[in-house]
């Protein structure tokens, strides 16, 4: 099956809130070698003017992960992960996210790019906390490889 092009401009439902750990802010910023102080120190966050531990900017990929699980599931996406890259990623922040936030996404698919039999699938979430305030926009560029013997 071919990736949907009725996806564009498709919205998911909103995600159901993320508590932002400090040990979660911790184990990330070790995991993507993120060694400023402000990551896994408390009192070097308050020092910089946070209330807690400041989550490495990728941490974003956490919570948008939750939406793409979305889209990967919908049954007449015609994605299939086998044949599929993360192919690119950025981020759009309001403020960092920080320990003890609660934050929802909700994902749009924002286009569908044909390259030969492959599609690249783009996406936004708008990650928000508990007061509904943005905090990030993550846009995901997915690559869905063609089916085999389609060029």
């Known amino acids: 099956m071919a990736v949907n ?4 401009g498709r919205e998911f439902p909103p995600t159901a809130p993320y508590l932002v750990g400090r040990e979660k802010v911790r184990e990330f910023a070790r995991a993507v070698l993120a060694d400023a102080p402000q990551h896994t120190d408390v009192d070097a966050a308050r020092a ?6 400041v989550a490495p900017p990728t941490f974003a990929m956490v919570i948008q992960d939750l939406t793409l699980q ?8 015609g994605i299939e992960l086998a044949r599929t890259i993360h192919a690119e ?7 960092p996210i920080v320990a003890g936030d609660e934050l929802t ?5 924002t286009g569908i790019r044909m390259m030969g039999g ?7 979430a708008e990650i928000a906390d508990a007061e509904g305030e ?3 926009t993550a846009t995901s560029v997915l690559l869905v490889g063609a089916e085999e013997g389609v060029q």
Do not use: C, K, W
């Open 70 to 77: 979305q889209l990967l599931s919908e049954p007449d996406s």
């Open 105 to 109: 996404a909700q994902l749009r698919v």
């Open 48 to 53: 910089a003017g946070f209330s807690d531990v």
């Open 134 to 136: 943005h905090v990030v």
């Open 5 to 8: 092009q009725e996806l564009i």
């Open 89 to 95: 990623q950025r981020f759009a922040y309001t403020r």
């Open 118 to 124: 492959n599609a690249m699938i783009t996406s936004e």
